[in-house]
């Protein structure tokens, strides 16, 4: 069974606050998603990284894919109140079954005014 | 496009009762998922569907079922609810990309059994 351990799981900072979040795992993915999610809805993609070494931008959050394909980070700069949510990362295994996503189990990030 | 939507949003069973919750997408994706998720626990693959009339087991599928009988639908059958099924139920679905399966998620379903 593939794992993917996040961390932190809680994460509670003040508004203007640079943080990362980290994704890692012992397996190699095809690929990896990063999701958000906020209170009483589902998950919404935000970015996929299929490349070793990619990295993303999407406004203030940076995305890197480690260049062994086994782990990855979220960078938020300037975080802001409407950051908070559950961010979630998600991987594909690169081998067997293509079909299913091992999901992590979340970080938590509460940004307050 | 709707998306992903989901039927009920929120419904509570007495234990030993049976109930379907409703899945249906517009984005003519062949996979589709359900999935549950518990405080703490991430998102755990109840059932997932590769295509119409094809269905197969996840990590958690005791208690559940599921058809496949359209494209557009995946609904999840609950047969004799257990007050371990209480959770948020979320459907998805995902475009053929190879190497890449990014789920488009509906607005869950909040399951509450007593």
């Known amino acids: 069974t593939q794992l993917l351990e996040q961390s932190p799981q809680f994460l509670s900072i003040q508004e203007g606050e640079n943080l990362t979040v980290y994704c890692n795992s012992s397996s190699v993915f095809s690929s990896l998603q990063w999701y958000r999610q906020e209170p009483g809805e589902g998950p919404v993609l935000l970015v996929t990284?299929?490349?070793?070494?990619e990295v993303k931008k999407l406004k203030r959050l940076t995305f890197q894919f480690g260049d062994a394909r086994k782990d990855s980070s979220l960078h938020i700069t300037a975080a802001q109140p409407g950051d908070t949510g559950l961010y979630l990362c998600?991987?594909?295994?690169?081998?067997?079954?293509?079909?299913?996503?091992?999901f992590g189990k979340g970080t938590l990030l509460t940004v307050n005014p | 496009n709707a998306g992903v939507t989901q039927t009920p949003k929120f419904r509570i069973l007495k234990i030993g009762q049976s109930m379907t919750l409703q899945c249906t997408q517009d984005?003519?994706?062949?996979?589709m998922y359900w999935y549950r998720q518990d405080p703490g626990m991430g998102l755990k693959l109840i059932y997932y569907?590769?295509?119409?009339?094809?269905?197969d087991k996840g990590e958690v599928p005791n208690g559940y079922n599921v058809s496949r009988s359209t494209t557009e639908d995946f609904p999840l059958r609950l047969e004799l609810a257990a007050p371990s099924q209480t959770s948020v139920y979320f459907c998805a679905s995902s475009p053929d990309r190879t190497g890449v399966r990014e789920q488009y998620f509906g607005p869950g379903t909040r399951l509450t059994v007593t």
């Open positions: 984005m003519n994706h062949n996979y």
């Open positions: 990284v299929v490349t070793g070494g």
């Open positions: 569907s590769v295509g119409a009339g094809i269905t």
């Open positions: 998600a991987g594909l295994n690169s081998g067997g079954s293509n079909y299913k996503l091992t």
